[in-house]
């Protein structure tokens, strides 16, 4: 039977518990341990597709098609766990399931009510992660202890254990523990008082993880445990790195978190086997490269927009033993100063996905200067299109040519939307989502990548290359590297004609690990590499 590990955050939201999470998740994968990881969201949303990358972060998108909060991104990128539409539930998912079935008449008369409906609801969406070839559950809950909207979902943990046995559960409460510099001492008292909501609604967390600024004394982990209830040995501490996240699970590791977990549940396993990780931490600590990667998107302020993104550059960065410097240039700003003041010295330009106008013709610029100045290109959906809609304006000399996202009446309408998507009104899951099969040309860059003319990439959007184009820009120099098996939808464009030009209609951040850089980002790194060494030699030689 599958043992179930619970990770509550307390004190302040922000702490990392989707990171800490996924680190558990990954420990105990590496001790043999076959996982599944899951996130319970308090917000009413019914998913995060519908809210806005600005104030959320990014929409992780599943193979198939559940748009997901970023951290299940985090559980891919650190465990083998299989992830799907199972695996991130919120409030207004709970609550749409369990009114459906009242207007089906299910709860034959009875009142509906937060407990036992809504706990039930939330139980069954736990339990149902717990199949015969699953060792260990990890159930995530979002938000902060004390929050009036994650009080169902914590109702709902602590009955969990009443029917599935204490012996087979583990509380994991995550807090932090503040260093005052007026004092000179870190502070233990808002994880009592975290501890203390916990325990007021029934739940005694077995082990707390305590995040932290500086070494935590012994006397200090004697003391929280004490207050909080616990074994010294169940205080875990965690503190901040400031290198990378990499770091995390290695040092939870050495804070002896997974033994912790694996003594309180009465498991037998190996040590943790993490050889390959203290290898690609080496790599990122001992680089042979430095690079620097413009990315133009229409958020330059907020990281967590583009999380996948940045996570792929780095793992494609591990992989060359490259260090990569990411400069996040917002797209508005190229339409006002120009891309040549902000884009030259990069070894790379990379347009991200995206929705809504602002930005766009400062995108187009920006890849217009990587086309002409030989600069390695790599464009993602939105940022494909804008790669179409600069190749129809200015080598096609298509004029005024656009999506026709953002001009319904363009002479030129390069990029447009399908025609089964026409009659949705509805935002929530209407786009092609998910994971799709695409067919590469044999002689493409993109198939030289992968090593193969058949992939599988994610997707995220309601707008196409327009076909009737194709022969045209193909005349120009334009490669249709890759396309839907039937050939109807083009799924990547190439100009072979550049030393790195190329852009896909997917999500190729979706599926890249630290350990297995994705091969398009891997290649984009490559070439950034080559052109920079290239620009040293060729000042060497002109001294
Ligand atoms: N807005 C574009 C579309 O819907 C691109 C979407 C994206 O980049 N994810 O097709």
Known sequence: MAKHIFVTGGVVSSLGKGLTSASVGMLLERRGLRVRMQKLDPYINVDPGTMSPYQHGEVYVLDDGAETDLDLGHYERFTNSKLTRDSNYTTGKIYQSVINKERRGEFLGKTVQVIPHITNEIKECIAKLATDDVDIVITEIGGTVGDIESQPFLEAIRQFSLD???????????????????????????????????????????????????????????????????????????????????????????????????????????????????????????????????????????????????ESLDHAGMHHHAQVRVQRIQAELVETEGPERLLSGFDGVLIPGGFGERGIEGKVEAIRFARERNIPFFGICLGMQCAVIEFAR????????????????????????????????DLGGTMRLGAYEASLDPTSRAAACYGSTTISERHRHRYEFNNVYRQQFAAHGLLFAGTSPDGSLVEIVELPSHPWFLAVQFHPEFKSKPIKAQPLFAGFIGAAIERKQARAERAVETG
Request: charged residues 25%; proline residues 5%; negative net charge.
């Open 394 to 425: 200015n080598v096609v000399h298509l004029e005024n040519a656009h999506s026709t996202e953002f001009s319904k009446d363009t002479p030129h309408p390069v990029v447009c939307m399908l025609d089964e998507q026409k009659t949705i009104t």
């Open 164 to 310: 599935v046995g204490k012996e087979n559960c583990v509380y994991i409460h995550l807090t932090l523990v503040p260093y005052l510099k007026a004092a000179g001492e870190l502070k233990t008292k808002p994880t009592q008082h975290s501890v203390g909501q916990l325990r007021q609604i029934g739940i005694q967390p077995d082990i707390l993880i305590c995040r932290t600024e500086r070494t935590i004394s012994r006397e200090d982990r004697e003391k929280i445990a004490l207050f909080c209830n616990l074994s010294f040995d169940s205080v875990i501490e965690e503190k901040d790195k400031d290198f990378s996240i990499y770091e995390v699970p290695l040092s939870l590791h050495t804070s002896g978190l997974d033994a912790a977990i694996v003594r309180r549940l009465g498991l037998q396993t190996r040590p943790p086997q993490v050889d390959d990780w203290k290898d690609l931490l080496h790599r990122l600590r001992n680089p042979q490269h430095e690079i620097s990667i413009a990315v133009v998107g229409k958020y330059a302020e907020h990281r967590d927009a583009y999380k996948s993104i940045y």
